[in-house]
């Protein structure tokens, strides 16, 4: 069965230090992997996608597919990078997506 | 802003009553999903429509109903069998199922409330 989990529901880091927001999944096939944020009274949204190998706002995430892993990374966090953040996945012919339970990030000043 | 609008923000709902929840795109995407948010557990699918006049179960559908009779429109009804309404709920929607990397864009959210 699809599943995804991250292991942290609260991750609270100072101002200028290294983030890792961790994500593991379990899925038979070859799965697509996203990681969505919320900011504060503003909607869920796309953050990144594996496929894309991107970074954005300094974060990136590299799919490990030997650990089943797609950890969310950020080398110095901002106060405004504190959020919600769903790790996500789909199938890879887009069959549902299913979201882990969510890291609340929070960036001390 | 356009893209996903879900109305209205928040809802009371009676013992015994139905409720529907609005969610309308103008992104012209075929595909449409409703979620339920629980504190601790994330997004669970509740129904979702690759297209219009079909539908499909989610993982928590019972005690829940939707039509997709246009391609802009997936309104959801909570109907009095589900034993535990309250909760945030999020329509998105995508590009067609098919097309397995693109994202899904969410609305604002309802949230329920039973008096």
């Known amino acids: ?109 | 802003d356009g893209g996903i609008t879900q109305s209205p923000k928040y809802l009371f709902r009676k013992e015994g009553q139905n409720v529907t929840l609005s969610c309308e795109q103008n992104l012209n995407h075929d595909a449409m999903y409703w979620y339920r948010q629980d504190p601790g557990q994330g997004l669970r699918l509740i129904y979702y429509s690759q297209i219009v006049n079909d539908f499909q179960k989610g993982d928590i559908a019972e005690g829940y109903s939707v039509s997709r009779e246009k391609k802009e429109s997936f309104p959801l009804t909570v109907t009095s069998a589900q034993k535990n309404p309250t909760a945030f709920y999020l329509c998105a929607s995508s590009i067609a199922l098919g097309q397995s990397n693109q994202p899904q864009h969410f609305g604002d959210g309802t949230r329920l409330s039973i008096l």
């Open chain 1, 1 to 109: 069965a699809q599943r995804v989990t991250q292991p942290e529901k609260l991750l609270s880091v100072f101002k200028g230090a290294p983030v890792e927001l961790k994500c593991n999944y379990s899925y038979s096939g070859s799965p697509e992997l996203f990681w969505y944020v919320q900011y504060s009274r503003q909607r869920l949204q796309l953050l990144l996608r594996h496929i894309s190998r991107e970074s954005i706002k300094g974060f990136t995430a590299d799919l490990n597919k030997g650990e089943t892993s797609f950890h969310l990374k950020k080398p110095f966090a901002q106060e405004e990078d504190s959020a919600m953040y769903y790790c996500a996945l789909t199938g890879n012919y887009g069959q549902n997506f299913v979201f882990g339970p969510g890291t609340r990030l929070s960036v001390l000043p």
